[in-house]
């Protein structure tokens, strides 16, 4: 197989996009990872394209032809990829495979969500088509609740406290503050996270990730050709998947995704290398106990320790590893089917120094996680530049 | 890139199955696909799956992960891919590339829809999504609409009649008749079609291919390996897929499908083949002039000739090359996300010397053609066995 390099990326500003529809969102974020690379459109091979939910949430399907239509780019194939949360993830892992296998040259890979068009109620009931349908949404389990009770979990096993879940939100947030394309830009503190409304105990609001509209792209090359294109070459140096029950009911842990554990396992061996050669992570935070599940599921940290070591500021900008310093899903926002994108666009600006205000010193070596539903799809990208 | 073969096939009978739900029918095919190849789930590496709509359908997203576990395949990647109607195409595309990248071995590769448990007004909206909802759906264009308006210009430009159209449909359901897997096996006549009720004029209802549940799947293995399974192996010599604008007034012309065109001219030169080398072939029917069109951009016959042709029975079993032995989208039925991995499994059973009352007599080639909407996607694959 043949190594694979980002050599474009780019995206739109994550929020509440009331003047862009789900078809500018994609060509901006598209169009913004072409000029990145220094190329036109005429170079693409073929792309592919994350989004979760775009039926439901828009009454369009068939996302590849609408996009190879609306970027310019026929009669190219464009393909969709849905894994939920993951969708980002899996389009970057198709994309990586199609350059790695020599089916293809230059690739788009992109992720896209307009979710704010709609109320909370029918957003959180379309979201829930993530987790089982048949077995826990039917039945009034929405993600909030299904995140609750691994936290009630977490909590009991390992004594983390609320105040534990509420400093991944304040770390977030005060990361998201440097992001120009964050939702939210506003540091925030513990007490206003205990203080905001209850949503699913021990879940408060601001314990969640928010709806967001946006998009992302990154362009894919073989890595020989990578150094040619205007930026520094951020090469994918693993890409790994891996499944589990899709109801809650089915696992024997709470407290462990095991997707993460067995894509992340994959992964270091794949790569060669161990947590302890990461310099930058960006983790799927879509609830604060789910960024504390993934730093010790990803071994940053021993089980249990997830908890104080975001206390104490060992995953903040500055601390032992950063976590999330896009703002994670949390403050930067998850328009679910780009959010896996969005990571590797955070990744690749701060292997190449471009993170601005927010740029971890001497970063070479990233990773990002990206998870579907409840865990029932886990997905771990490594990131190396020189 | 490694060579790929189809070592097992299987599918569901097509049809309205009330008593069988979503997962019970994926279960069917892949459990029927692993005993056809003669390997249990366990030599199973990673797995895609098509289906088009099953967040409106059934309200279930996640597909992959839904599956990975209703399969028994955890912890291994299985992830689902989505192209309207050509979604089982584009999962076994991607399923190929995996192969032949050398990033898994033995791929599961599946298609599913379970359509028939709403009401026909909500499943043709549902449908609609693989148009351009903003652009054609919202304005009423519903796909019988859209394709009518195909058909009237095909008539105008070359002629073809409303004879030759039902001749499409008279041949399908001879060849459905043969197939225990179809969803009407009764033949009907000419006069039939004539007289069924209008749905878009020049269409009529037995113009039409039928709302369906229904799912498929097959085995792919790297081909140095192939022969050491079950049955004989059929490569998938290969895999070609072609985008067009997603809506049908930005087109040059009504009476060609340029993705199908693109995607046939690559798929010939990869394998160094010609039209007539051809000896069975499996294409995109969704209604009768869409059969006539692909007999045409496949290059079968000249253009403006398909009707003459398939009024003459030049497409039917034993005439000059046999076109949808399994009764096609109109006669076999059509769960959209599932057309694609039946159309494979039919030509598997065909170049295997094993499709009983409908096998095409020393079948050694065979194409499959699946279009997405109204052709802003087409798969080509082409296949081969001793």
Not at 40 to 61: F, N, P
Not at 112 to 125: A, P
Not at 358 to 378: C, P, Y
């Amino acid at each position: 197989m043949r190594k694979v390099a980002i050599i474009g990326a780019g995206m739109t500003p994550f929020g509440e996009h009331w003047g862009q529809g789900f078809r500018d969102m994609v060509v901006e974020a598209g169009v913004k990872a072409l000029t990145d690379a220094g190329i036109s459109g005429d170079k693409i091979d073929a792309g592919y394209i994350g989004t979760m939910a775009s039926g439901r949430l828009i009454g369009q399907e068939h996302i590849g032809g609408l996009l190879a239509d609306y970027m310019g780019l026929n009669p190219i194939p464009i393909t969709r990829v849905e894994g939920a949360c993951a969708s980002g993830s899996l389009a970057l892992r198709q994309g990586f495979m199609a350059v790695a296998s020599g089916m293809h040259d230059i690739v788009v890979v992109g992720g896209v969500e307009k979710m704010t068009d709609l109320g909370i109620n029918t957003v959180s009931d379309i979201l829930g088509g993530a987790g089982d349908q048949e077995w826990e949404l039917f039945l009034g389990a929405t993600f909030p609740a299904i995140y609750a009770l691994m936290a009630r979990r977490h909590m009991y096993e390992f004594g983390t406290t609320e105040e534990m879940l509420a400093s991944v939100a304040v770390k977030n947030h005060k990361h998201g503050a440097k992001n120009k394309y964050a939702q939210f830009r506003k540091e925030i503190t513990i007490e206003d996270v205990m203080k905001s409304k209850e949503v699913s105990a021990p879940l408060k609001m601001l314990d969640c990730s928010p709806i967001t509209d946006g998009a992302a792209g990154v362009i894919l090359a073989p890595m020989e050709i990578a150094e040619s294109f205007a930026k520094k070459p951020v090469e994918i140096i693993t890409s790994a998947q891996a499944s589990d029950t899709i109801a809650l009911h089915s696992r024997k842990s709470l407290t462990s995704l095991n997707a993460t554990k067995v894509a992340a396992k994959n992964a270091y061996k794949m790569a060669g290398l161990t947590p302890k050669d990461l310099d930058v992570v960006e983790v799927h935070d879509c609830f604060t106990i789910a960024e504390i599940m993934a730093i010790e599921d990803l071994g940053l940290f021993e089980k249990g320790q997830g908890g104080p070591a975001s206390l104490a500021g060992k995953t903040a900008l500055g601390g032992q590893i950063p976590v999330n310093t896009s703002g994670g899903l949390k403050a930067c926002g998850h328009p679910v089917g780009a959010t896996g994108i969005k990571q590797a666009v955070e990744i690749s600006w701060q292997l190449r120094g471009e993170a601005e205000g927010r740029q971890v010193k001497d970063a070479h070596i990233g990773l990002s996680h990206n998870v579907g539903g409840s865990g029932a799809t886990a997905v771990v990208h490594i990131y190396k530049s020189d």
